[in-house]
T-cell receptor, first 114, second 114 residues
Framework: KAGVTQTPRYLIKTRGQQVTLSCSPI?????VSWYQQTPGQGLQFLFE???????NKGNFPGRFSGRQFSNSRSEMNVSTLELGDSALYLCASSKRGTGGDTQYFGPGTRLTVL | AQSVTQPDIHITVSEGASLELRCNYS??????LFWYVQSPGQGLQLLLKYFSGDTLVQGIKGFEAEFKRSQSSFNLRKPSVHWSDAAEYFCAVGAEGSARQLTFGSGTQLTVLP
């Protein structure tokens, strides 16, 4: 079974631009979560989607948004990019989105903001 | 809110030696606990997880971890380290009732000497 896939793997943008990252979960998985990883702040939870609805959101500004489609694929968008948004963005999927449902992570998208 | 502390930023061991990586968590109830490993430029791979039951859990690649409620710890161990184990290791705890909104520790970088 294929794992979580994320596209693109690498991205370079300039300040003020916006960016959209894509995540395809493991087949049959309905929950998708996004995390940001930076050297300074470490791994931080961004948000979780299940059945096209955002269920949880981390402590990030409104410039960070996401959505989930009916096939469970998810996108996250960052508007008005800042230098501090340079990070590895990780997507994770889980099957049922309940209690002890384990997450499986994709390889990430490396975003560099110049 | 839950929190995770990994007190060792960097650990160096010789190949064949035993390994213990420390993790302490702060959480009111029985937590969902995880250990993930990350190789350079890669996503996170799940090593093992604890939800309930037997406090000694076995994972992949010969790793195990022991949940100790009295010490709020979930230390990762391996009896004999291989050069391929060199990577960064993250301990994580799930938010209340969820194994998906994870709070991660700052990570422990493992170097393995030949």
């Amino acid at each position: 079974k294929a794992g979580v896939t994320q596209t693109p793997r690498y991205l370079i943008k300039t300040r003020g631009q916006q960016v959209t990252l894509s995540c395809s979960p493991i087949s049959g998985h309905r929950s998708v979560s996004w995390y940001q990883q930076t050297p300074g702040q470490g791994l931080q939870f961004l948000f979780e989607y299940f059945s096209e609805t955002q269920r949880n959101k981390g402590n990030f500004p409104g410039r960070f948004s996401g959505r989930q489609f009916s096939n469970s694929r998810s996108e996250m968008n960052v508007s008005t990019l800042e230098l501090g948004d340079s990070a590895l963005y990780l997507c994770a999927s889980s099957k049922r989105g309940t209690g002890g449902d384990t997450q499986y992570f994709g390889p990430g998208t490396r975003l560099t903001v110049l | 809110a839950q929190s995770v502390t990994q007190p060792d930023i960097h650990i160096t061991v010789s190949e064949g030696a035993s390994l213990e990586l420390r993790c302490n968590y702060s959480y009111g109830a029985t937590p969902y606990l995880f250990w993930y490993v990350q190789s350079p430029g890669q996503g996170l791979q799940l090593l093992l997880k604890y939800f309930s039951g037997d406090t000694l859990v076995q994972g992949i690649k010969g790793f195990e971890a022991e949940f100790k409620r009295s010490q709020s710890s979930f230390n990762l161990r391996k009896p004999s380290v291989h050069w391929s184990d060199a990577a960064e290791y993250f301990c994580a705890v799930g938010a209340e009732g969820s194994a998906r909104q994870l709070t991660f520790g700052s990570g422990t970088q493992l170097t393995v000497l030949p």
